[in-house]
Nanobody, 124 residues
Framework: QVQLVESGGGLVQTGGSLRLSCAAS????????MGWFRQAPGKEREFVAT????????YYSDSVKGRFTISRDNAKNTVYLQMNSLKPEDTAVYYC?????????????????WGQGTQVTVSS
C-alpha cells in the first residue's frame, strides 16, 4: 500500500518554472514505477511523464518533452516533476501515481495508487 501526497503547485507566468513533489508513505516506494498525469477542466486525464523504479528510465509525452523533467529520490520516498518554460496550456491539476508495472506505463488505468492532485495555473 502506498499513499501519495503532491505539493508545489501554484500560479506562475508563461515561461516560468515550478517543481512539483510527491511524497510517498510506506517502505516499498522503490518497488513502484511512478508517473505524473494532469487533468484540465472538461478534459480527460493526460499522461505527462513516468520513471521506472531505479530512476534509470524516463519517458515523456510529446507535449512536455524537453521542458519537463521527472526524477525520484528513493531514499526520500519522493518523486519530482521539474517544469520549465511553462505555457498556459500546461494549466491543470497534476497528479502523481504509482504502478507495479515493469513496462513504460502511460495509461491511467495501469496505475493503482494516486495522490489528491495539485493545481498548476499558468497565466498568459
Amino acid at each position: 500500500q502506498v499513499q501519495l501526497v503532491e505539493s508545489g503547485g501554484g500560479l506562475v507566468q508563461t515561461g516560468g518554472s515550478l517543481r512539483l513533489s510527491c511524497a510517498a508513505s510506506g517502505r516499498t516506494f522503490s518497488s513502484y514505477a511512478m508517473g505524473w498525469f494532469r487533468q484540465a477542466p472538461g478534459k480527460e486525464r493526460e499522461f505527462v511523464a513516468t520513471i521506472k523504479r531505479s530512476g534509470g528510465t524516463t519517458y515523456y509525452s510529446d507535449s512536455v518533452k524537453g521542458r519537463f523533467t521527472i526524477s525520484r529520490d528513493n531514499a526520500k520516498n519522493t518523486v519530482y516533476l521539474q517544469m520549465n518554460s511553462l505555457k498556459p496550456e500546461d494549466t491543470a491539476v497534476y497528479y502523481c501515481a504509482g504502478t507495479s508495472s515493469t513496462l513504460i506505463a502511460t495509461r491511467p488505468d495501469w496505475y493503482g495508487y494516486w495522490g489528491q492532485g495539485t493545481q498548476v495555473t499558468v497565466s498568459s
